[in-house]
């Protein structure tokens, strides 16, 4: 089947308006807000979409019964972790302590900074050399070649774009119970069963269960260290996992929060040509959500398959030269890692003083266990201006937790105890945003 998309005259994919949008999202704003179809400077394309070609499951005639365009639409939104993470929708004040979206309340380093204001009065032109500089860098770094590298604005699109690539109506998609959520939504756009295998008793990804549930895989997804958990997998489980999957599947290795924890990166297996995909993102330890910047490190086939769903765009010189300018910074991951620490086992040690239940976690968030339905504590914490994250659904009680700066995890603390001895109770009821991610993610 061919479907075709819109993208904009510089190549790039842009969302349309599906009038049965499963999530009525696009830029967190509620789907009675979305404009109409956006149509600026649009060519129409044709494109390809090889893997929702074959023939439909039973189960998946109801994707398939929409226009190919509403397919291809549908494909294109992009769930991000800032949707997902829902105190954006009571509209928090600016004092609010907000530790519910896994951000970095350093932002980018001090030479990243400069490097922008230095660039700024460039920003006239395209410059497309910065991205050649960083992809050059990345792969001095990490030991790849460049044409194993692909940089977009941000992890989530190229986390997106991949399980568009691999997975559809007949290969499944294969990720941890709890896990990152946005891969989850790709696959539901491309009609392809969802798997949730639960995390094993240390949290870990259990990649024999992974295995066993998804033997018509496309793609198995791995979060190093997990999000929410913030706990590891060992590199010998992963393995495991890249040696026994099945044929035309691929791993794919989000390692977004991999600087903060003592994991062993995947990316030896992209090195010795496995089907793997690793992600990597600017967004975490380097501070730059909001700047946008991310990359994947792959074979070159298994890349181009993904470049069939979008990227290509041009890089925002500022994300640019600001992650350039980061990784110059030889000694940046190692302070960052260690203030996150820090900050983390001091609370870890208030939390453990206090006897509450946490699991013990190697990045900037951890799962808290409030001992009741965690949407209690939520409201509670916000009506003291402290946002804490989300629930999933497999785990009800606990809530997760950002690790911010140690002022921020000392308001924190004070907030919950004053809910956990019942000094401060509120309910702030459920958005309808909210109710339909969880509708969905159940
Ligand atoms: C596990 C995981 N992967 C990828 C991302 C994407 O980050 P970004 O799109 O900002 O690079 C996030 C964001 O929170 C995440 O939690």
């Known amino acids: 089947m061919d479907a075709s998309l ?8 842009t969302n349309t308006r ?5 999530l009525g999202l696009h830029g967190n704003r509620p789907k009675d807000t979305l404009p109409a179809p956006f149509c600026g400077k649009m060519a ?6 090889a893997t929702i ?7 998946r005639r109801s994707f398939l019964s929409l226009s190919a365009a509403a397919s291809a639409a549908l494909a294109m939104r992009i769930v991000t972790e800032p949707m997902l993470a829902h105190a954006r929708d009571h509209h928090p004040p600016k004092d609010a302590v907000m530790i519910d979206a896994n951000e970095n309340p350093l932002g980018p380093c001090t030479s990243a900074r400069e490097a922008i204001v230095t660039i700024t009065p460039q920003g006239g032109r395209y410059l497309d050399g910065l991205t050649e500089d960083l992809v050059d860098s990345i792969a001095q770094m990490e030991g790849v070649k460049p044409d194993y590298i692909t940089i977009q604005a941000g992890s989530t699109e190229l986390l997106h774009h991949t399980v568009c690539a691999f997975t559809s109506p007949q290969r499944s998609y294969v990720t941890a119970d709890p896990g990152f959520e946005s891969g989850m939504f790709a696959a539901n756009a491309m009609g392809a069963r969802v798997v949730k295998a639960p995390l094993t008793k240390s949290y870990a990804h259990d990649v024999k269960a992974m295995l066993a549930a998804g033997t018509d895989a496309g793609l198995f997804y791995v979060c190093l ?7 590891l997998t060992s590199h010998s489980d992963i393995e495991y996992l890249v040696e026994n999957k099945p044929k035309g599947s691929i791993v794919m290795v989000d390692e977004a929060y991999i600087h903060f924890s003592d994991a062993t990166s995947a990316v030896d297996l992209v090195k010795a040509d496995k089907d793997v995909i690793v992600l990597r993102t600017f967004s975490k330890l380097y501070g730059m959500a909001g700047l946008r910047c991310g990359f994947a490190m792959g074979r070159p086939d298994l890349l181009e398959k993904m470049y069939a769903y979008g990227g290509g765009n041009f890089m925002p010189i500022t994300a640019m030269v600001a992650a350039s300018a980061s990784l110059k910074h030889t000694k940046l991951v190692d302070e960052r890692k260690k203030i996150n620490a820090d900050n983390r086992e001091a609370v870890f040690h208030w939390l453990d003083s206090n006897g509450y239940s946490y699991v013990r976690s190697q990045s900037n968030c951890f ?3 409030t001992k009741r339905p965690a949407k209690q504590v939520i409201d509670a914490m916000a ?3 402290v946002y804490i994250g989300r629930i999933w659904p497999v785990m009800p009680t606990y809530a997760r937790i950002t690790v911010g700066t140690r002022p921020e995890m000392e308001q924190f603390q004070a907030a919950f105890k004053k809910v956990m001895t019942g000094a401060v109770t509120a309910s702030m009821g459920e958005t309808t945003l909210t109710k339909r991610r969880l509708e969905l993610l159940t």
């Open 6 to 13: 819109f993208v904009n005259t510089e190549g790039r994919q």
């Open 18 to 22: 599906p009038a049965d949008s499963p």
């Open 44 to 49: 129409r394309v044709r494109l390809t979409m």
């Open 53 to 59: 070609s074959d023939a439909p499951s039973k189960s």
């Open 225 to 231: 260290p997990n999000n929410p958990t913030g706990t």
């Open 367 to 369: 799962m808290l266990d």
């Open 383 to 385: 009506a003291q201006k």
